[in-house]
């Protein structure tokens, strides 16, 4: 007789268990780990999908209590051995269900039915495409760090290339190197947006073996993408975090470009860092793994530096005659001093102005999407709030379709966190004043006042509300590519890795925006986001300028992004987290407790610091908190903070586990939950 041990498909941590079923006679053949089976559970035996995990020839327990699995699921999607061990490390290791982490690993869950009128993500892209293009002959750089990376065998490998330095044209050798021997390619992009230019690079180069898999596509699309993956019928995979679980059966190369991302960890359970999670697939599956990036986390380059990473590093422009560009701080405290009230300094309107009559293209950057940053009352000051969350709401400068009257009006607000919406009000619903407006600058407020200023030029806008539509991250990047758009304006997605060879200048509007947010990553985030967002100018022959506005020019961030020095940087950065004791200097547990119920919620997270304090004292943990989240309530659920530092991760993760099942006992029923952040 065959049992199988089965992980209920129910997100719930009072089950996070398997169950032993019975396999009937006439599904031996077809019961497998990580097959997806009907069984019976709980009062009445109500029929629920699960995943098989294990399969064994014996029970521990009486025999007759077993129950027969009812039958397979229908069009299931079959989890690999590969896939089911890593979500066992990925509930382990991010204190999540099984379940939730086995519904991680599928990213496709269930067979979809052929349609002939879908049409394949790759080809949509290449139809916008280069077409085929002749391989470049690597320089002594690149080769260098091909050579470097095929050499190793035990451990990951970091690529610090500057902006330019043909990281791209490294990745492309690499990736032919595994096609000739019968291997395949993960790789892995931070953004949606760098889907259309990775895929045409790789295309152009390596041929038609790529897929995509990413969240914008139908749910038709990511299972047809899926399963040629499976079927062996492609060589490469290219997507964001979702990717690193695609079922390669002979995986020998997995390459995760902007490794410094903070995209690449998960904001929902199991809250996973991917570069981790592809440690551990590299490490099944024999695969080298590849990490690159301009700006390398200070987490990554310390690991190089320590020797657990390789380091290859390109400090020269690939492209013949490319120089990096001339970079200009300017003080918006003089401009205003000068009577300048306008968004753009100076040199930057007299730049644009440059570029508009030399046919040239221009970037501005500007972190914050909407028309303004919120809405306030001059009178008495009081700021329009999301009733569901403690944000004030942005102001977007779109028509909306009023749900009462059905009238469009023009003007919306709305919550960035649970997408709630209002009208702009007419008069300050606090005192009456009429005196009610927008305050601070978005991209839709800049893309007016580029409108205003320059008349003559053709503008883009790329941002989450521009590029709602399918396929608009393409086609703005395409019209922007082919010289139908002078400027292009956006928010972080346009400084990630493109490379537009009229683009010669960039205008960083607000670089103090990331600099002022409690986040102990801060000065670390700004240096990176105004280091890639310089390396779009002056990428081909043409000469580049970068433009960086500020109120607190003198920030070392922005002085050693503008001076290009990124080991200064990294040694003036681990001077702060080594003081502060903050990660990659020590581990950083962040557990989250949230509840609807706000006295259920104050009581739990009391107890929970006290009972972390208490275990933590004879390990020498330091406990900071309770603390209210830095946005407290998010659709009307209620969030509190307890942080643990240690010097080591695993200690951590011990007292994780035992407030998991404090937590589990004392409250059981008791609408209390938990999430954990670990670095």
């Given amino acids: 007789m065959s049992y199988a041990k089965v992980i ?47 399969l064994s020839e014996t029970v521990d327990f ?24 890593i979500a066992t490390f990925m509930a382990r290791e991010y204190g999540s269900t099984l379940n939730q982490a086995l519904v991680t690993a599928l990213p496709v869950k269930r067979e979809i039915r052929k349609n002939s009128r879908r049409t ?21 750089e690149q080769q260098k760090a091909v050579s470097e990376i095929l050499s190793e065998t035990g451990r990951p490998s970091l690529l610090y290339g500057i902006t330019g330095s043909g990281k791209t044209r490294v990745y492309i050798e690499l990736i032919r190197r595994m096609q000739k021997e019968g291997k395949q390619t993960i790789v892995l992009i931070p953004e949606i947006s760098l889907t259309y230019q990775t895929v045409n690079e790789l295309a152009s180069h390596l041929g038609q073996r790529i897929a995509v898999l990413h969240s914008k596509l139908t749910e038709g699309e990511r299972y047809e993408q899926y399963d040629r993956a499976q079927k062996g019928e492609i060589d490469v995979m290219v997507g964001a975090r979702s990717a690193i679980f695609t079922p390669f059966e002979n995986l020998g190369l997995i390459i995760i470009d902007e490794e410094h991302e903070k995209a690449y960890i998960s904001d929902t359970s199991p809250r996973y860092d991917v570069r981790e999670v592809a440690v551990r697939r590299a490490e099944l599956s024999g695969a080298k793994l590849l990490l690159g990036s301009a700006t390398p986390s200070v987490e990554s380059y310390k690991k190089a530096l320590d020797g657990e990473y390789s380091l290859s590093v390109m400090k020269k422009r690939a492209s013949w005659g490319a120089r990096l560009p001339e970079i200009i701080v300017s003080d918006m405290r003089d401009e205003l001093a000068q009577g300048n009230k306008n968004v753009f300094s100076l040199k930057l309107y007299s730049l644009i102005c440059d570029r508009l009559e030399k046919g040239e293209q221009t970037m501005l950057f500007l972190n914050r999407r909407g028309y303004a940053g919120f809405v306030s009352c001059r009178s008495c000051g009081f700021v329009v709030k999301c009733p569901h969350c403690d944000v004030s709401l942005t102001a977007h400068n779109d028509w909306y379709r009023d749900p009462d009257t059905g009238v469009r009006k023009a003007a919306l607000l709305s919550c960035h966190y649970c997408g709630y919406t209002a009208p702009m009000p007419g008069r300050c619903p606090e005192c009456g004043s009429k005196f009610i407006a927008p305050f601070g600058t978005g991209t839709q407020k800049l893309e007016q006042a580029v409108k205003r200023t320059f008349p003559g030029a053709r503008v883009l806008r790329m941002d989450a509300d521009s590029t709602q539509a399918k396929d608009a991250h393409e086609k703005i990047l395409s019209e922007f590519r082919n010289g139908n758009a002078d400027i292009l304006i956006g928010t972080q997605m346009i400084v990630k890795g493109h490379d537009f060879p009229n683009v010669t200048l960039v205008g960083i509007v607000a670089a103090d925006q990331s600099i002022n947010v409690p986040d102990y990553g801060a000065a670390e985030r700004t240096y990176q986001l105004l280091t890639q967002a310089s390396g779009r100018a002056g990428r081909g022959e043409k000469e580049g300028a970068v433009v960086i506005q500020s109120y607190e020019p003198s920030h070392y961030a922005i002085q050693m992004a503008a001076g290009r020095n990124y080991e200064d940087f990294y040694k003036r950065e681990m001077g702060f987290r080594k003081l502060m004791k903050y990660p990659p200097e020590v581990s950083l547990l962040s557990v989250r407790l949230q509840s609807e119920d706000e006295g259920l919620l104050d009581e739990a997270s009391a107890r929970a610091a006290g009972l972390l304090t208490e275990q933590g004292k004879y390990v020498g943990v330091t406990v900071i908190g309770p603390c209210e989240a830095g946005v407290y309530r998010v659709n009307d659920v209620y969030r509190k903070v ?13 007292l994780r586990d035992t407030l998991q099942e404090f937590i589990r006992t004392e409250y059981k029923n008791r609408k209390i939950f938990l999430n954990y952040d670990i670095k």
């Avoid at 307890?642 to 011990?654: A, D, G, S, T």
């Fill in 62 to 85: 009486d025999e007759s209590k077993v129950k027969d699995i009812a039958g397979l699921s229908p069009k299931a999607m079959k989890a690999t051995s590969d896939l089911i061990e």
């Fill in 8 to 54: 209920i498909d129910i997100s719930a941590e009072a089950i996070d268990r398997a169950f032993t079923y019975r396999i009937p006679d006439e599904l031996t053949e077809m019961v497998r780990p990580g097959v997806r089976v009907k069984v019976p559970f709980g009062t009445g035996n109500r029929l629920r999908n699960g995943y098989v995990i294990e």
């Fill in 642 to 654: 307890i942080y643990l530092k240690h010097e080591k991760r695993e200690i951590l993760l011990k």
């Fill in 120 to 140: 394949d993500p790759v080809k949509r892209i290449e139809e916008l495409g280069y077409g085929e293009k002749e391989d470049e002959v690597l320089n002594e």
